[in-house]
């Protein structure tokens, strides 16, 4: 079974600042991993997704994303938050077959 | 370009009565997906499509059904409305089990 952990339910950071979302994974072998977001009224999002390689992942609006298998961890960074990454950011794991098990958000706010 | 949409955007519907949430997608993929978001919970999984004529149960699927009779539509119907289904149901879709999802809208049900 696949199961996917966000510790943090909601994060506040000032505008500027760099930010790192929690996700945790728990799946046999190496899964798929996904951070999807969501703005307010929207659906979600992709902005990244690792499947195998390079262990850092580029994503859309500036966001990476790093792979480590020993912590079973995939956590979302971006160097410099801007008001508009305002939004809920979800972690996504997929194991062996076709349906993505989803964390249950992350909501960001940030303080100008 | 290719999209997903969802109808209504806005439901309100009383207790007992039957409902359809309408999802259309022109990527012209075979999988298909309709999830319901709650505070608290995140996305769960409702029911799932692999293709024409296939039909899935997921962790949420009582009182829920749909049916795929093409490629591009994965209508939800609620048999007899409750108030414990009053959420946002989103309905996704992806080409392959390595592809992310691509999400609708939303629809935002209300049960009176």
């Known amino acids: 079974a696949q199961s996917v952990t966000q510790p943090d339910i909601h994060i506040t950071v000032s505008e500027g600042a760099s930010l790192e979302l929690r996700c945790n994974y728990s799946?046999?072998?190496?899964?798929?991993l996904f951070w999807y977001v969501q703005s307010p009224g929207q659906g979600l999002q992709l902005l990244l997704k690792y499947f195998s390689g390079d262990t850092l992942v580029q994503g859309i609006k500036g966001f990476e994303a790093e792979f480590k298998r020993s912590q079973s961890s995939f956590n979302l960074r971006k160097p410099s938050v801007h008001w508009s990454d305002a939004a809920e950011y979800f972690c996504a794991v997929k194991g062996g077959s076709y349906i993505p098990t989803f964390g249950r958000g992350t909501s960001l706010i940030v303080h100008p | 370009d290719a999209e997903i949409t969802q109808s209504p955007r806005h439901k309100i519907t009383e207790t007992g009565r039957q409902v359809t949430l309408a999802c259309h997608q022109t990527?012209?993929?075979?999988?298909m997906f309709w999830y319901r978001q709650d505070l608290g919970h995140g996305l769960r999984l409702i029911h799932y499509?692999?293709?024409?004529?296939?039909?899935n149960k997921g962790e949420v699927s009582d009182g829920y059904s749909v049916s795929r009779s093409n490629t591009e539509d994965l209508p939800l119907t609620l048999e007899s409305a409750a108030s414990s289904q009053t959420s946002v149901y989103f309905c996704?879709?992806?080409?392959?089990?390595?592809?992310?999802?691509?999400f609708g809208n939303g629809t935002r049900l209300t049960v009176t």
């Open positions: 799946y046999g072998a190496t899964p798929y």
């Open positions: 499509s692999y293709g024409v004529q296939d039909t």
């Open positions: 990527w012209n993929h075979n999988n």
């Open positions: 996704a879709s992806s080409r392959d089990r390595n592809s992310p999802l691509h």
